[in-house]
């Protein structure tokens, strides 16, 4: 499969708050967008809710909405993501 570029621009601190999160998910950054990218498309919408909210509330959301995710992925045979997306 052809792999295209896809650029992203964040504020460093939650990059850097996001590549560390990715590592304990066991994944990188990449990976991590591909996953979300693939839920989009499959289930043609964004795959968790987004609402105004604290940020302490906010990143436990987020944080449990990617780990059932992730989860959710390995459950439906989607193991080779990281490999296949990062050649």
Known sequence: MAQATFSI????????????LCADFGMNATTAFNVF?????RERRIPFDIQASSHIIES????SAFMDFHQENNQNNMQNTSTDLNN
Request: proline share 0%; hydrophobic share 40%.
């Open 60 to 63: 436990d959301h987020g944080r």
């Open 9 to 20: 621009r964040m504020d460093e601190n939650l990059k850097h708050e996001f590549d560390l």
């Open 37 to 41: 990218a693939r839920a989009v498309v």
